[in-house]
Nanobody, 124 residues
Framework: QEQMVESGGSSVQPGDSLRLSCATL????????LGWFRRAPGKGREFVAA????????YYADSVEGRFTITTNDVRDILYLEMNSLEPEDTAEYYC?????????????????WGPGTQVTVSS
């Protein structure tokens, strides 16, 4: 399958909002859990949010709960990450990813398909 592709990364100020998009290229929650991860400078990949396979429910990392929202468009070929009240600590490369694992996978090790990433910088 083709590699997923993220877009929408930018440099913003603290408190701003930003929406990231990911072209999932045929992957839907019928067959995959679809998620967002991030990697801050000097750190490993960190789970941000995902939609579970089959159940399609959203689940989030504690650090973004209430500020970020993960959704898809109506035809389910774009995965979004709506980010509000951005903080400098949200600065990272953001990746969309897919796995065939069921339930509520969070570990990046179980996600098989990855996009190349899009940079988000939050700074005053």
């Amino acid at each position: 399958q083709e590699q997923m592709v993220e877009s929408g990364g930018s440099s913003v100020q603290p408190g701003d909002s930003l929406r990231l998009s990911c072209a999932t290229l045929g992957r839907t929650t019928d067959d995959y859990a679809l998620g967002w991860f991030r990697r801050a400078p000097g750190k490993g990949r960190e789970f941000v949010a995902a939609l579970g396979r089959l159940h399609g429910s959203a689940y989030y990392a504690d650090s973004v709960e209430g500020r970020f929202t993960i959704t898809t468009n109506d035809v389910r070929d774009i995965l979004y990450l709506e980010m509000n009240s951005l903080e400098p600590e949200d600065t990272a490369e953001y990746y969309c990813a897919a796995t065939r694992k069921l339930n509520y996978p969070r570990s990046p090790d179980v996600f098989e398909d990855w996009g190349p990433g899009t940079q988000v910088t939050v700074s005053s």
